[in-house]
Nanobody, 123 residues
Framework: QVRLVESGGGSVEDGGSLRLSCEAS????????WAWFRQAPGKEREGVAS??????ITYADSVKGRFTISQANTNTLYLQMNSLRPEDTAMYYC??????????????????WGQGTQVTVSS
């Protein structure tokens, strides 16, 4: 059983930055596909970025050049978010799966999910 816990969300102004963290308890290997997803009210959950083995990385077009996904180790995931925009406002979730293809891995079919952390960007 893998448990994921996100932290680092908050409220910032347009153009601000935040760094999200996700800590996993339980066994996770370097071959797991990790990902960040977000979901705004009334919208579908969308993939933001994924990573495997520290360097197989995919970004959604909407965040390329602004967000950076990284791993500190097999159990710690980060999402550095710069140049935040009001449209980035959403609940952000981390996810991990041993069978999802990475690079890619932006479809919300992972079998392990965190509870989410809220990011709010004001204009």
């Amino acid at each position: 059983q893998v448990r994921l816990v996100e932290s680092g969300g908050g409220s910032v102004e347009d153009g601000g930055s935040l760094r999200l963290s996700c800590e996993a308890s339980g066994y996770i290997s370097w071959t797991y596909c990790w990902a960040w997803f977000r979901q705004a009210p009334g919208k579908e959950r969308e993939g933001v970025a994924s990573i495997m083995s520290g360097h197989y990385i995919t970004y959604a077009d909407s965040v390329k050049g602004r967000f950076t996904i990284s791993q500190a180790n097999t159990n710690t995931l980060y999402l550095q978010m710069n140049s935040l925009r009001p449209e980035d406002t959403a609940m952000y979730y981390c996810a991990a799966d041993s069978n999802m293809p990475c690079p890619g891995g932006l479809a919300p079919r992972h079998n392990n999910w965190g509870q989410g952390t809220q990011v709010t960007v004001s204009s």
